[in-house]
């Protein structure tokens, strides 16, 4: 089993920039790929971005050129910096990992508000 916490969320300001974490604790060998997904109210959760074992990485058209995810292996934790925030970037983001022993295993969320 794996277990994920975010942290970083808040409120900040169209335009600013906002630091998510994703801590990982338990079997963390058998993660192959860490995502970061979001839930707009009243809307899909929407995958946003991916990183794999090899550190391919991969950014839905909504935040490409903006955000930018990354990993600490020796912290176990995964990232996600995310620059000129816009109002619709306003979202619970959640980090998700997928296992090589099948499965996959879900933080919390966090929130972010983007308001002026």
């Known amino acids: 089993q794996v277990q994920l916490v975010e942290s970083g969320g808040g409120l900040v300001q169209p335009g600013g920039s906002l630091r998510l974490s994703c801590a990982a604790s338990?079997?963390?060998?058998?993660?192959?790929?860490m995502n970061w997904d979001r839930q707009a109210p009243g809307k899909q959760r929407e995958r946003i971005a991916t990183i794999t074992r090899a550190d391919g990485t991969y950014y839905a058209d909504s935040v490409k050129g903006r955000f930018t995810i990354s990993r600490d292996n020796a912290k176990n934790t995964m990232y996600l910096q995310m620059n000129s925030l816009k109002p619709e970037d306003t979202a619970v983001y959640y980090c998700n990992a997928l296992l090589s022993t099948s499965g996959s295993s879900w933080g919390q969320g966090t929130q972010v508000t983007v308001s002026s």
């Open positions: 338990g079997s963390i060998s058998s993660i192959y790929k």
